[in-house]
């Protein structure tokens, strides 16, 4: 079965950091795109990050740049997400997702979310 | 960056009926890359669309897309009770990738 599992959510006081992580199985984690995407209580979707297959190239909307870091782990089909200087808007569901088949694609799996909530 | 808006915010329909999703672009979507899903609430979003209509895997024929440019649209048939949800189109022509707030469909 094609899974996607987060880990490391909670709770965190503005300004701090925390680390998130996914981990994939069912498929070939090395050969996809892989992104986060996060909804705020009672909000849309937004994009936050998307990496590379190799971890070469890394992209993210611009309210998390310099903040937040993509990265990922192919012998351990795992996706990160540190998150540093968080902000009370930053309190979200984080969705680890596979990006269907380019860079900037759609996503067809989902895994189940990880709540971050920033709050003093 | 491109915004999308969705319409209505709510829609009301009774099972049985058809349901008819508008989205619009601020600027034209590369390639028709437009996307649509559904989400329910205590959970994560499913692909229905791609391609702007393109059915992803598993998905039933009553769900289908149209579109292209600005305006596109997610038609649903012959409604089913499990499909009263939220549904967001997304684009992935243009970086930043951007969704719209999103289309209520509720029973009547």
């Known amino acids: 079965e094609v899974q996607l599992v987060e880990s490391g959510g909670g709770l965190v006081q503005p300004g701090g950091s925390l680390r998130l992580s996914c981990a994939a199985s069912?498929?070939?984690?090395?050969?996809?795109?892989m992104s986060w995407v996060r909804q705020a209580p009672g909000k849309g979707l937004e994009w936050v990050a998307t990496i590379k297959q190799d971890g070469s190239e890394n992209y993210y909307v611009d309210s998390v740049k310099g903040r937040f870091t993509i990265s990922r782990d192919n012998a351990k089909n795992s996706l990160y997400m540190q998150m540093s200087v968080l902000r009370v808007e930053d309190t979200a569901v984080y969705y680890c997702?596979?990006?269907?088949?380019?860079?900037?694609?759609?996503?067809?799996?989902w895994g189940q979310g990880a709540m971050v909530t920033v709050s003093p | 960056e491109i915004v999308l808006t969705q319409s209505p915010g709510t829609l009301s329909l009774s099972p049985g009926e058809r349901a008819t999703l508008s989205c619009r672009a601020s600027q034209s979507v590369t390639s028709n890359y437009l996307g649509w899903y559904q989400q329910k609430p205590g959970q994560a979003p499913r692909l229905l669309i791609f391609?702007?209509?393109r059915r992803a895997t598993g998905i039933p024929d009553r769900f289908s897309g149209r579109g292209s440019g600005t305006d596109f649209t997610l038609t649903i048939d012959r409604l089913e009770p499990e499909d009263f949800a939220v549904y967001y189109c997304q684009q992935h022509g243009s970086s930043p990738i951007t969704f719209g707030q999103g289309t209520r469909l509720e029973i009547k």
């Open positions: 391609g702007a209509s």
């Open positions: 069912g498929f070939t984690f090395s050969t996809y795109y």
């Open positions: 997702a596979r990006s269907q088949y380019l860079r900037f694609d759609v996503f067809d799996i």
